[in-house]
Nanobody
Framework: QVRLAESGGGLVQAGGSLRLSCVDS????????TGWFRRAPGKEREFVAA????????DYANSVRGRFTISRDNAKNTVYLQMNSLQPEDTAVYYC???????????????????WGQGTQVTVSS
């Protein structure tokens, strides 16, 4: 069964904005940290941002810091990724991920995460 589902992707012009959502079906063990990754064509999946359960601690990749904002509304089982000042190099499939128990693997590594959504396509035209 689907436990994480992304939405909000689409086509936008450079300089535009999109807000992605990651909805938890309610079957994910709580509390958990949520992250966003992306995979551009021909590239490895890369870390974008992460947020802890309480929303008090966030982390961003240098490439998106200052342009993207991760947030969460636990009452709605949803984590958001607000993306501003989008550039063509932001074009990718964006995935959300969740982990209940942090381990020794850095969160910037895809190997650290337990659950993944199916992804949503973001395309930024120049």
């Amino acid at each position: 069964q689907v436990r994480l589902a992304e939405s909000g992707g689409g086509l936008v012009q450079a300089g535009g904005s999109l807000r992605l959502s990651c909805v938890d079906s309610g079957r994910v063990v709580r509390p958990y940290t949520t992250g966003w990754f992306r995979r551009a064509p021909g590239k490895e999946r890369e870390f974008v941002a992460a947020i802890n359960w309480s929303g008090t601690d966030t982390d961003y990749a240098n490439s998106v810091r200052g342009r993207f904002t991760i947030s969460r509304d636990n009452a709605k089982n949803t984590v958001y990724l607000q993306m501003n000042s989008l550039q063509p190099e932001d074009t990718a499939v964006y995935y959300c991920a969740a982990i209940a128990q942090l381990g020794s693997i850095p969160l910037e590594s895809a190997d650290a995460w337990d659950l993944w959504g199916q992804g949503t396509q973001v395309t930024v035209s120049s």
